[in-house]
């Protein structure tokens, strides 16, 4: 079962790859980590497809927080199978971000994933393995290292 603060959360994907979670946040007066991050592979990832990531949102304040500018980036690719002739690097994988507009509403002390979230799975980070017309056999078994970040606000009353 997992507890809803643990600030570091691996993220499996099927095929031997694991994405691990960093921290991020964005300003709030008198606190520097309001919000913590983390995430789940919704599918398995192979060249040519797009694996959307079900972040989990974990509010560490004690008043609902809005929570926008979600942001996802590859800092890490740990590829044991890549040689010289089977390169695996950033030019393999791509992030499609979430829209900055969107806000997903958070209550005091709690978390929230994008799955219990009413914004569609198309709108949620997607790692994207690109299928490139060079041979790709060096991911196989990669490991990404994402990093998540956001910026959250008040929430304010309506």
């Given at each position: 079962?997992?507890?809803?603060?643990?600030?570091?959360?691996?993220?499996a994907?099927?095929?031997?790859?694991?994405?691990v979670?960093?921290?991020?946040?964005?300003?709030?007066?008198?606190?520097?980590?309001?919000?913590?991050?983390?995430?789940?592979?919704?599918?398995?990832?192979?060249?040519?497809?797009?694996?959307?990531?079900?972040?989990?949102?974990?509010?560490?304040?004690?008043?609902?927080?809005?929570?926008?500018?979600?942001r996802?980036?590859?800092?890490?690719?740990?590829?044991?199978?890549?040689?010289?002739?089977?390169?695996?690097?950033?030019?393999?994988?791509?992030?499609?971000?979430?829209?900055?507009?969107?806000?997903?509403?958070?209550?005091a002390?709690?978390?929230?994933?994008?799955?219990a979230?009413?914004?569609?799975?198309?709108?949620?980070?997607?790692?994207?393995?690109?299928?490139r017309?060079v041979?790709?056999?060096?991911?196989?078994?990669?490991?990404?290292?994402?990093?998540?970040?956001?910026?959250?606000?008040?929430?304010?009353?309506r």
């Amino acid at each position: 079962m997992r507890t809803a603060r643990r600030p570091r959360v691996p993220l499996a994907l099927v095929g031997g790859g694991l994405l691990v979670c960093l921290t991020g946040c964005g300003p709030l007066p008198m606190m520097m980590n309001p919000i913590a991050l983390a995430g789940d592979a919704t599918a398995a990832l192979h060249p040519g497809t797009a694996v959307p990531v079900d972040l989990e949102i974990t509010n560490t304040r004690m008043m609902p927080v809005e929570v926008r500018e979600i942001r996802v980036e590859i800092t890490r690719i740990s590829a044991p199978n890549a040689t010289e002739l089977r390169p695996c690097s950033l030019e393999d994988y791509t992030i499609a971000q979430t829209r900055p507009t969107i806000a997903i509403a958070v209550a005091a002390l709690a978390s929230k994933r994008l799955s219990a979230s009413t914004l569609p799975v198309a709108e949620w980070p997607q790692v994207h393995m690109l299928n490139r017309q060079v041979n790709q056999d060096g991911c196989k078994g990669a490991t990404l290292t994402l990093r998540y970040s956001a910026r959250a606000i008040m929430a304010v009353a309506r």
